[in-house]
């Protein structure tokens, strides 16, 4: 069992910065891929970054690639996401979520999950 809690949400300003920070409990941080997922409102949750369990790996949705940076610190339990040049349409509740071993991009391969943090992007 895995419990994850996001932190690092907020308001700024189009073209500002953010990191999230998804912070775990529970055994074996290590063995677990991490994904991040986002929903805006009246959207479908979609896929946006996620890190292999060493953190030697990432992927990216298009929409976040060169502007989004996933990372981990299996020492401190928790996995980052690093937001910049954020636009309007980043708008969203962000979730972390993990899943055991290999990474991937699709959220029903997810087995744990967040409570989610609300970032707002103003224009």
């Known amino acids: 069992q895995v419990q994850l809690v996001e932190s690092g949400g907020g308001l700024v300003q189009a073209g500002g910065s953010l990191r999230l920070s998804c912070a775990a409990s529970g055994r074996s941080f290590s063995s677990y891929a991490m994904g991040w997922f986002r929903q805006a409102p009246g959207k479908e949750r979609e896929f946006v970054a996620a890190v292999s369990t060493s953190g030697s790996r990432t992927v990216y949705a298009d929409s976040v690639k060169g502007r989004f940076t996933a990372s981990r610190d299996n020492a401190k339990n928790t996995v980052y996401l690093q937001m910049n040049s954020l636009k309007p349409e980043d708008t969203a509740v962000y979730y972390c979520?993990?899943?055991?071993?290999?990474?991937?991009?699709?959220?029903?391969?997810?087995?744990?999950w967040g409570q989610g943090t609300q970032v707002t992007v103003s224009s």
């Open positions: 979520a993990a899943r055991k071993l290999t990474i991937a991009n699709i959220q029903r391969n997810y087995d744990y």
